[in-house]
């Protein structure tokens, strides 16, 4: 095979095509794989899978490391090199992203996932799990259209948008917010005794409590956890919301300030 | 009304809607003489992503919202599309049609797997003076959402270009060697007055024009995107 002369573009734009999934290079064939911000897509004309750039950035590449569990494959390994390409937003490449949250360009998280960290809402509680609404990802910004009802502005089709079909008051909370909703159940709220956990004395509705994804859960909820140290209430307040914002005092209770009065919580650690 | 609407923050019940005087003066369209299109992006701060694409005959609006969870009861793996088109001009009926086009085409192109149990609403305004057939305005309809996408940073894997030839427009994909969609104005079909079409040309002839043409028609909409 003749050798495979091309250079990978610096700056992209969506559907530029980057690269096919292997070249022929001396001495080790490279083999690419899509990053964040790339996609394998098939070309029919061609019959050839390439890699194709989804965002406006310019293009990354990072040697990985092969897989040692690959012993079944016939090619041998050496012979192999491994590539990832990923197309980086030019301007969350650098790191100053929270001074400049409000510029538009900036943001590239649209969606929670697992594993990120974010702020949710109480909205109500069972014995079984507290029901939350996420309102922000941590260090990160939101869209601007987050959540039409409780989070912000903006408008919602005629038939109720994309949540529309599906949509049911008995749902909604106060309003007919977009926000993501979330679960927390009872063994999830903290490590340890995680049978003989009365979430009546962790959360309480209105809380913005700091939690963890676990996984993309059902249709409506994302499933969250708080069994960390750091995760937990971070706001309160006192007398069921009537009273002042409280303080933690150690990881299960909370005093206001104002009236001594002292109430129970999962706190996270705040430092 | 006993019935009060609380979902509303209602005006005040002596509220007339404003009129304004109307103005003699008729804004000279030499300067958009053209039928080149123009584009822009971001105007809109609320959506999460907008464009404009605009010639001397028409201004349409794109506003892109999402991707936003929906009440769906069972798990989606992959997000849904939901677009309205908005005129005073055309029939509703043709204009949800015409939706469900776009979103068949649209589907070909933005990564929906990336957006879990979510929905994008695309809200598409019409701004036209003289009417002509839907068929002349899916090219720019087509590009306003390709811009309003990337200017929402969502994630899509081809610019899709689209041509009207012959009151026929085709939508097609991977620099043209993908045909993603047809579309015909449902009442072309049935009453062929006017007389300028000419239905001896076969589709595929047509196609293949377009396919010719589209890398051509396409430069000015991918100049844009880079510069963005």
């Known amino acids: ?271 | 009304m006993n019935v009060q609407d609380r979902r509303r923050i209602l005006g005040p019940a002596s509220a007339k809607p404003l009129v304004f005087a109307n103005s003699n003066e008729k804004q000279s369209l030499s300067a958009l003489n053209n039928d080149e299109l123009n584009f822009q992006n971001g105007i809109i701060s609320n959506s999460n992503g907008s464009s404009i694409v605009e010639n001397n005959k028409m201004s349409l609006l794109t506003l892109v919202y999402g991707p936003r969870s929906t009440r769906d009861v069972s798990f989606q793996p992959n997000c849904k599309i939901n677009i309205i088109i908005k005129s005073e001009k055309f029939e509703t009926k043709n204009l949800k049609e015409l939706s469900q086009f776009l979103i068949s085409v649209l589907q070909c192109c933005v990564c929906l797997e990336n957006y879990p149990k979510s929905g994008i609403d695309i809200f598409i305004n019409f701004n036209i003076e003289d009417e002509d057939e839907l068929v002349e305005y899916i090219p720019a309809l087509v590009s306003g959402c390709i811009i309003a996408l990337i200017d929402a940073n969502i994630e899509i894997t081809d610019i899709i270009g689209a041509i009207t030839l012959n009151h026929t427009a085709v939508c097609l994909g991977q620099n043209g060697d993908q045909l993603l969609g047809l579309w015909k104005d449902p009442y072309k079909f049935n009453n062929n007055e006017s007389g300028d079409y000419d239905d001896s040309i076969p589709l595929s002839e047509i196609i293949k024009s377009c396919q010719e043409k589209i890398i051509v028609s396409k430069q000015q909409l991918i100049r844009f995107i880079s510069n963005m």
């Open chain 1, 1 to 271: 095979m003749s050798e495979l002369n091309f250079e990978l573009p610096s700056r992209v734009i969506p559907g530029q095509l980057l690269c096919p999934l292997y070249v022929p290079t001396e001495p080790k064939v490279t083999k690419y794989i899509a990053g964040p911000g790339t996609k394998v897509v098939h070309y029919d004309l061609n019959n050839i899978d390439v890699i194709t750039s989804t965002r406006i950035g310019n293009v990354q590449v990072v040697e990985k490391d092969l897989p040692n569990n690959e012993e079944n494959e016939k090619t041998t390994n050496n012979d192999m090199m491994l590539i990832e390409i990923s197309v980086i937003n030019k301007t969350t490449s650098n790191d100053s992203g929270i001074s400049n949250t409000l510029s538009k360009s900036n943001r590239d998280k649209l969606l929670p996932k697992e594993g990120d960290i974010v702020l949710c809402r109480v909205v109500r509680i069972s014995l079984q799990r507290a029901n939350v609404e996420i309102i922000g990802f941590q260090n990160e910004p939101i869209p601007i259209d987050g959540g039409v009802g409780t989070n912000g502005h903006g408008v919602i089709g005629v038939n109720g948008g994309s949540g529309g079909a599906t949509f049911s008051m008995s749902q909604s909370s106060s309003d007919l917010g977009e926000t993501f909703r979330g679960i927390i159940r009872s063994q999830d709220v903290r490590a340890t005794e995680r049978d003989r956990v009365k979430m009546i004395e962790c959360f309480k509705p209105g809380d913005i409590v700091k939690a963890q994804i676990l996984s993309l859960g059902d249709g409506v909820n994302y499933y969250l956890t708080t069994a960390r140290n750091d995760l937990g209430v971070i706001f309160a307040k006192s007398n069921n919301g009537a009273g002042n914002l409280m303080y933690a005092m150690d990881w299960q209770t909370m005093v206001s300030p104002v009236t001594g009065v002292i109430e129970k919580r999962k706190c996270a650690k705040p430092f």
